[in-house]
């Protein structure tokens, strides 16, 4: 996945919330665990497919997706600049968030810094945590179940989003349906064989590969998209959120 850089505000008359990624110089060498979850937090801000308050709210300060505690202080794939220093594992005193040179998005003005401490246990994605109760960690992220996750979500915000809207594009959603579908039996297939799930393992490799041909990840508004289930069928990507906040605010000026 290529690391976007991105600075994005939707229309001010359908978008309240502002997220913009502050520019910085990247100082590892080589790869490392969370540069893959920073590529994709990037891709869905540039997506510009579902709002960036539901962005925020169902991926990026949920609870489902990660949530760091420590003590009284919360964290999840962001936490608030002035309370990463107190987001430490109990065990080693590791920072959850980079303590030097971190990752920094600004949301409405306000500043969040991207996790960092991301383990590269070989574990495999579980497809099930979105279903179950969270529960604090201070330890580390488990990579391929985090990424997993974040996709997860994104397709059923996006397609709850898109249901509500007064003009929604029912053909739109049965394709981005059926590549949902897809991606989840791809990615039990691959739970299925006995992989290795380390970040430089085949499992994660091929979870990589599996995230990167999702079509919709790939979109913006406007753009044309192959129906795999039929041949020779195409549907152009509609945004999730534009004619549900116009609808909105029609019934609030009534």
């Not at 939707?10 to 520019?23: A, F, G, N, R």
């Not at 920072?95 to 040179?101: A, F, H, K, S, V």
């Amino acid at each position: 996945m290529t690391n976007i850089h991105v600075c994005t505000a939707q229309e001010s008359q359908y978008v309240d919330m502002k997220i913009c990624k502050l520019p910085r110089i990247e100082v590892t060498k080589k790869a490392a665990t969370r540069m893959v979850v920073e590529s994709l937090v990037d891709q869905l801000i540039a997506s510009k497919l579902i709002s960036n308050e539901r962005l925020f709210e169902q991926i990026l300060y949920n609870k489902d997706i990660i949530w760091i505690q420590n003590d009284n202080i919360n964290g999840h794939l962001f936490a608030k600049a002035n309370t990463t220093d107190q987001l430490k594992t109990k065990t080693n005193s590791f920072m959850m968030y980079m303590p030097t040179n971190p990752i920094i998005y600004e949301v409405n003005g306000e500043h969040y810094h991207l996790i960092t401490r991301i383990d590269s246990t070989r574990a495999k994605p579980n497809l099930e945590r979105l279903s179950q109760a969270p529960k604090p960690i201070l330890s580390a992220a488990r990579v391929n179940d985090l990424l997993c996750s974040i996709v997860m979500r994104f397709y059923e915000t996006y397609l709850e989003d898109l249901s509500q809207v007064a003009s929604k594009n029912k053909q739109l959603i049965n394709v981005v349906e059926h590549e949902y579908h897809q991606f989840l039996e791809a990615v039990k297939e691959l739970n299925e064989y006995h992989l290795n799930w380390h970040p430089r393992g085949n499992g994660h490799e091929l979870l990589l590969k599996l995230i990167d041909n999702l079509q919709l990840l790939k979109s913006q508004p406007g753009k044309v998209l192959i129906n795999f289930s039929k041949p020779h069928s195409y549907v152009v990507v509609d945004p999730s959120y534009r004619s549900f906040k116009q609808a909105q605010k029609a019934v609030q000026a009534l």
